[in-house]
């Protein structure tokens, strides 16, 4: 069986980092173009990614440079897409019911400290009830954009009837978590290293913001 060594997950860095970057860029030129459901799915794709080169940093920091690992460790760690879809996501949109809101905006306008901890920690529950099933929605999400289906009723799912509101959302979330992989990235010497001795080039972050969330901005 293959060994693998910390030098070979560190380029995978990198890689999967670029990888990530090209789908998030190609999902918003679809996106603009009218092309929802594949943006939406190349946008799944992208956070994916995101989510193997996280997966290839922790492993790398519990690596010693010497250190050697079973190809199909890796290889499993990296090939679940519900976990990988998990790791990737550092951002959980939520609504708040109404009446929460209208709470935290008096709160606020009363500097009312104590009903502000009492609104975080419910916003916080709220929060990770939505944050544990992100994933699994997504994962079930990406085959409504991806395939036509029959529905028990008799009616056909098709991607062309996509919600525009949800792809652009997600697009949004999605190229925000890389744009902040990409700013430490710029800052970490170590990250500089690697994706110097594997000669894969990424954007700037100044770049990625104007090119993808600018763009989404206007």
């Not at 760690?77 to 959980?92: C, P, V």
């Not at 708040?96 to 709470?103: A, V």
């Not at 954009?145 to 009723?153: G, P």
Request: aromatic share 6%.
């Amino acid at each position: 069986m293959e060994k693998i060594n910390k030098k070979i997950l560190e380029s995978g860095i990198c890689y999967t980092l670029a990888h990530s970057i090209n789908l998030i860029e190609d999902a918003t030129v679809l996106y603009f173009a009218d092309r929802i459901s594949s943006s939406f799915l190349l946008t799944v794709m992208a956070r994916e990614e995101l989510r193997r080169a996280n997966l290839l940093c922790e492993r790398c920091d519990i690596m010693s440079e010497t250190e050697i690992i079973e190809f199909e460790t890796i290889k499993n760690e990296l090939h679940d897409h519900k976990k990988r879809l998990d790791a990737g996501q550092s951002t959980t949109a939520v609504q708040l019911p109404p009446e929460l809101f209208d709470d935290m905006t008096s709160a606020l306008e009363n500097n009312d400290r104590a009903m502000l901890v009492s609104i975080r920690k419910k916003k916080k529950k709220i929060s990770d009830k939505k944050r544990k099933s992100d994933p699994d929605r997504l994962h079930l999400r990406r085959f409504n954009a991806q395939y036509v289906d029959l529905n028990a009723d008799g009616s056909w799912s098709l991607p062309s009837d996509f919600e525009k509101t949800e792809a652009f959302e997600l697009l949004f979330i999605v190229a925000n978590e890389i744009s902040k992989t990409l700013l430490w990235t710029e800052s970490d010497k170590d990250m500089i290293e690697i994706c110097t001795r594997t000669q894969k080039i990424l954007p700037t972050f100044s770049e990625f913001e104007a090119k993808v969330i600018t763009r989404l901005l206007r």
